[in-house]
């Protein structure tokens, strides 16, 4: 199972790994360029369910920054790994550096923190948006519902896993 490569203790296989970033690196891409057409679209011909005031201003700069970040990381992820697959001497050291015990309990550890400064983060945002907006506190409520389910999902995935 895929959630066996979190465990310590499990190895890892770098190139494959490796590979798995190039092709997520370019979906990357491909997303960016979707987001960047949606920006061309998204000043007069997109059909608005709630358009509001400044809406046709805004909504092509994001979409083209998002697309135009998106394209960035998938092209340096890209790079970045078919670097690491082509110089042996670049791919040891960082093949050491990413199956280090040390900095792999670091990133779940740094995972497990993010994700309860999320939930907490989300609680105090429900709290503070009842005062501001029905909208924003049902879609808070919504992500952090969404976010409790993730977790009792993994949860169960993993101790099946263990």
């Not at 203790?9 to 997520?24: A, M, V």
């Not at 135009?68 to 791919?91: Q, S």
Request: one cysteine or more; proline letters at 3%.
């Amino acid at each position: 199972m895929w959630l066996n490569q979190l465990f310590i203790e499990n190895p890892i296989n770098f190139e494959r790994r490796c590979r798995s970033r190039i092709i997520i690196g370019i979906l990357f891409a491909l997303l960016g360029l979707v987001a960047v057409a949606l920006s061309f679209v998204a000043g007069e011909r997109m059909p608005v369910l709630y358009l509001e005031p400044g809406y046709r201003d805004a909504i092509p700069g994001f979409y083209s920054g998002t697309g135009v970040g998106l394209i960035a990381a998938g092209v340096i992820t890209v790079l970045r790994n078919i670097r690491y697959l082509k110089d042996p001497e670049l791919n040891k050291k960082r093949k050491i550096y990413e199956t280090d015990e040390r900095n792999r309990m670091l990133g779940l550890r740094c995972w497990a923190y993010t994700g309860y400064t999320m939930m907490i983060t989300l609680y105090i945002g429900i709290l503070v948006s009842g005062f501001i907006s029905l909208t924003v506190l049902t879609v808070l409520m919504t992500v952090a519902a969404f976010y409790a389910v993730l977790l009792l999902i993994f949860r169960f995935l993993l101790q099946r896993a263990m």
